[in-house]
Structure formats: C-alpha cells, structure tokens
C-alpha cells in the first residue's frame, strides 16, 4: 500500500511544530497512515499534554521521538534532521513583532533546511505556509481565489508580522528548491479550526473593547476542519510527483462568516455587532490615514491592504488539492461544527 | 545630518528605526546582525541601504557616527567598546552591561575618547516623567525626597516570550547573573536612582518564584522582588519588580511638603500637598483634590494626544533625539553618567544577595523549600564592603 508514496514507513519523518493545533492530528494521521518512524520536534517550554494523549492512544505512538529543541539553534536542527527523509515543517513564529515572526519562520525554517540538505536524506520538505502570503488587493470581491493568486507585496504596509515571516519562510524554501535543488511542496491552509483553538478568525471579525465585531458580513470562510488540514498536509508529504507545487487547504463545504457567527453565538451566547463592508473599508483608510499622517501615533494595524486580504470576501478552491493529492476532507461541516462548538460551555439561559 | 547604525536586529530594532525616523537630521546609514538574515529584513522593511553581519566592515564601510546597540547585554561591553574604539557615540540598551565593572571601563573609555554613550532608560524620558522632574526641581516636594517608591510589573501571560526563557537554561536571559530580573528591572531602579545619593548604606532584597511561573516549570529562575534601599542622606527607597500584580508601573516620591506619583501606565502624574484639613473637611477636600488632579491629567493627555506629542514610543524617541542634541554639543548627555553607574552598582548588589551570596544561596535555597512551608523566604543582607568601595568611589 505504501509504495504509491513516495517514502516508505522504515523512513524517518520529521514533525517540526508537532505539539501544535495542527501538528498533534499531522502526527495522529502520519501514524493511521502506517509511518510510526518519527521524530517529533518540541521545544523545551512547549506543552505536551495533547501530542502525548494522542500517542499513548496509538498502539504504534511509542516508538515515537520526541526532539527537544529550538529551530533556532542550527546544532538541535542538526540533531533533529538526522537520517530524515521528509520533513513535515509546521512550527511558526506566532509574534507579534516582525522579529520574532521572522526569527521563528524565516530564520528557523533556514536552520531547518540547512541540516535537512547535509545530514538528511532529503525525499521532501513540506512547507506548511498560510493564505496570509496572499494579496487580494487587485482581485474583485468575490472572484476566486487559488495558488495562482499573486502574494503579498508589502506585508509591513499591512502591518502583518505573521504574514511577513511566512512570506519570507516561503522565499526561502522556493530558493532552496531551485538553488540546491530541495525537493519541496508547499501547502496553504486557509482558516484552520477545530476543538483546541477557541478564538474565532480575524476574517470573522475582532475582539475588542469586549465587543466582537462582525466585518465577515456574508463573505464565504476558507474554512478547512483540522482533521481535514492535517490530512491535506500528510499528503503533500507522501505524494509522488509534486515537486514544488503550492497547494491551497479548503474544505469542500464552506460556511459564511455569518452562519458561522451565528452558530458560535448560539453556543456560547456572545454578543456581536455587525458592520457592513463599505464602513469597515472606510473606517481602515482614514485609520491608516491617520496612523501615516501622525507618523504612527497609531499603529496603522487598520489599512487597505488588509481589509482587502480579510474583509473583502472572496471564493476558494481545492480543485488542485483533490486532483493532485486525491485529498477528500474526512470530516464533513456539519461535523466539524460540531466539534469545534463541542468545546465551548453552553450559554446559561 | 547624523549617521547612525544599529547593531542587533531583533525586536527591539525596530522600536528604535521608529523613533529615529521621527527625529529630523538623521539618516540610518547601516544596520548590522551577526545572523545576516535578520539585518537584511530590518534592511528590507524600513528601505535602509546597507546591512552587515560584521561590525568592523560596518563601521569601515559606512562610518556611522552614532551607533545604537541593541543585542543582548553579554556582548553589549564588547561591541560598545568596539564602536567607541571606531569613533563613534554609542547608544546602549539597557541592562548597560552586565555589571558595573564594565559600565565604569566603558564610560571611562568613552570619556577619554571625548564620545558620548547613553543607555537605554527610554521610561525616564516619558511625558509624565518629565512632569515629575520639573515639578521636583521646582520644589513641588519641599526639599529632598525622604522616600521613594519604584514599581514595576511585568506580565507573564504572553509566554511566547518567557517560554523560551524558562524551557531553556542556555538563553541568554538565563545567564544573566540576575535572570530574568537582570533583563527588565533596570527601568525601574534608574527611576530611584535619579533622585538618591551616589553612596547607599543599606540595601535589603527579598526575592522568591511566584507560583505562576512555577507552574510554568523553571526551578531555578526568581519572578518577584523587593529592595529596600537607604542612602547616605537617609533618603529610602523601596523597589517592587513583580509578575504577579499587573499592569503597575510607578514612581512615587516623597517629600516634606508634597508628594508626586508619576504612573507610567495610565501616563498621570498626581500631585499631594501634605497638609492638614480641620476637622471632617479631611474627609471631603482630599478626595475632590485628587479628583481634580486626574481630571487635570486626562484632559491634559487628550490635549497632547490631539496635539500628536502622546506617543506610545514618547520616551525613547525623546531619549534617542536628547542624545543627538547632546553629541551635537548642544546639550549635556540625557542620562547623567553617575544615575547609569549606580544603576548597575545596584543591580550587581541585588543579584549578588539573591543569586551568589551564602547568604543568598541559603535564601534560594529556602525558595525551594517555602512551599512546603508556606513560609515567605527572605534573603537579608547589609551592604557590602564592595558596595561601600564603589559607592564613595
Ligand atoms: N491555525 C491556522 O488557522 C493556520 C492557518 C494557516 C496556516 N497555519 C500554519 O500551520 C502551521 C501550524 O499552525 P498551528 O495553528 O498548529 O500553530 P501553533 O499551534 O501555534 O503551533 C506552532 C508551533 O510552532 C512551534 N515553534 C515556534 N517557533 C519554534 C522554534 N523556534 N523552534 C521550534 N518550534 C517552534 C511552537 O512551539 P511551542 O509549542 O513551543 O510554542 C508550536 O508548536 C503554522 O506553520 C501556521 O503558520 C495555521
């Protein structure tokens, strides 16, 4: 069965991120899957209590690694590439500062790469990127948005660290793969959910001052199950012939941002505000106008750029996710949204 | 137009790019990163020409005249020491160095130079701290202070920061002779500093590990402090570093006629005459005056926020444009050279009783038994003959 993959289940995979959101279910399907060789890379502060539940469920979870380290440190990268076939790289620098999103996306991802080429056996570095790469600043509202969407050109102008570190991470990658020939495949997830991660997208909308406000109106959500997405990112690690590709993660069925407010506000009893897109559109120019004409008395957090990437509302498509990789997502909406409420209390009536 | 570098590429570069930037007459020329990466990106995200991973190429290359060093305190003596030995003025973050040994060598060597250094106390230059000084000056408190009181909090709860810190004990921050504390309290001890004597006759530290952080698993490391400090002219000072009371960043000064909190959080600086009301008129007038003084300090912060000169970044963009006035010979430097000095002899002597003393090793010891016991460990100590040594040098 294995053999239509391009390593075998003998072959070390590394795991980077793997006490994660996404990295605990990357390592739980990696084993379904067969493939129980793993290193699983941690640092020392990271909390372990999900990946270890899940590993003493799989009969097969023992035999797992887990690597302390910091990518940051080019000798635990060393330790941690060893004889390593495929890498699957989730860590990512979730800071705010520019800095420290470079420092742990960019600059680890190098250190990564780095000792993957000279003491690996390189089969595949899968990238796991983001759809915060993507520009929408020239794409009409509602127009579809796939892998050949143009990226972000000035990610400090949106005031996204994250975005930029991720930007730069991919930089990097494609420019290993072409200079020292690295195989790698890059996968975009849009807006990962699931039991685990409580806080609702920005595309939804934004916590502040205790109110939430709702700027998603009725835009469709690149929604992808995390189940689903780790799936998707196990796929792009095994499949024969990808080199180099980019691949978006939606799921098939898509939620509006106000159905899925609406669900979360039915569960826990939320209060929101909605605002219609041509306020908020309105509200982040004179914000950022304000911001670039006090010379940033205000973090020009509030711009165009990311009204546009956030709030303008756009279509999605896995087209290229199930005809390459042959990924179907394994949980439906339905369930998903089941899960996802599953872990908030019921509001008090 | 001054030419300025900097040197150390994380995140607090960027703070510093950004106040430069609003400084007329100053371009930055340079900026250098032993990991070339990280100059590059700074280099990339503020259009700055040329970026560096060696200091010497970039001093020979670019010739700034100014250079702000913004890595972490261990390398701080040496690349000070370095740019200084070029010919240029230094800016240094704070912790100035690890200790005070270096601090004097370093402004020393500056001096005979006929450079200027500063360091990094951006929180003396905030708006309300430079109300309380002027107020100080004018004789507001009515003499010398006779007690003075720093608090300084930090958060915990965004541990993208601390779980680094605490997960490794090879990070820089871990080998620092103070830890954590060495990383953060010098803002807070410059604020007492600025007003106390050069020789200090008692210095008192009780330190333990707070709960939270001992759920957060690092044995060894100490989150909560307190220092009680008395000077020559028996002037007290109590410091309060802790990470459990949130969101409590003061100074509050004492004198004999008055007193002043400058609240760096909430930017307010509240005045108290020490005088006495007849009868229940103490119940009334007080708390309508104090009313009055916040009234007073939010109008006067909307003032200045309409008027752009509220900037969450006030403090160091006036520190940073201070000290070019005074390379340009205009002014003296910002912050004076004897308030760095006993910044870091205090530092040295607070780190010595809560981490390498007998004393203190006991002290730390007892840390680790307290909560068996419930008992609050206290580590005592008078001053030392070291401290006595550089306190009349
Ligand atoms: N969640 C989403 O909606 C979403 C959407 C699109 C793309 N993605 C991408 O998916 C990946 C996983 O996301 P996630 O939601 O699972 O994030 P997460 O839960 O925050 O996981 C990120 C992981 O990276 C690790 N990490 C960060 N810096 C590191 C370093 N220097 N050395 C070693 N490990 C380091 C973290 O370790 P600690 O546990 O020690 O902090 C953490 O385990 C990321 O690349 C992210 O950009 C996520």
Redesign the interface.
Known sequence: MTLKYIVSPADRILVTGSSGFIGVKVVEILLEYGFANLGCFI????RLDRLKERLEQCPSGKNVELIKG?LLSRDDCRKAAEGVSLVLHLAAG??K????A??NS??AT?NLMDAFLEYGQPKRFVNVSSFAVYSTLNLKRGAILDETCPLEEAP?ERCDAYG?GKL?QEELVKQYGERDEMPYVIVRPGVVFGPGKRDLSGRVGIDTFGIFMHLGGSNHLPLTFVDNCAEAIVLAGLTPGINAETFNVVDDESLTSRQFLRAYRKKTGRFSISIPYPVTCALCLLWDKYAKW????LPAVFNRRRCSAEWKGNRYSNRKLRELLRWQPRISMDKAMEAFLGQFEAKSR | MLRIAIIG???V??QHV?AI??IPSCRIVSVCDR?L??AK??CE??HISECFSDVQEMLQSTHPQVVHITTPPQSHFQLAKQCLEFGSHVYLEKPFTVTAEEAEELIEFAERRGLKMTAGHNYQFTLEMLEMRRLAKAGFLGGKPVHLESYWSYDLGD??YV??V???PAHWVRRLPGQLFHNIISHGLAKLVEFLDDELTEIIVTAHQSSQLRL??AKEVLDELRVLIRDKSDTTALFCFSTQVKNLNQLRIYGPSGSITADIIAGTVVRKENRAYKSYLTYFLPPLKDAREYLRNASVNVIN?VR?R???DFGMKELIQRFYQSIQGETPVPVPYREIILTARLMDQIFAQIYTDNEAQECHNEVNRVHSDGRLPVARGGITDRTRRSASS
């Open positions: 640092r020392p502060s990271s910091d979730m800071e500062s520019f800095a420290g470079f420092m960019a600059l190098r400090q930029f730069k006090s010379n940033y008395q | 590429c994380g995140k570069a960027d950004g930037h609003r990991e990466l990280m990106q700074l995200r503020f541990i993208s779980g680094p605490l997960g490794n957060l698993g926020f752009q509220l900037h969450q």
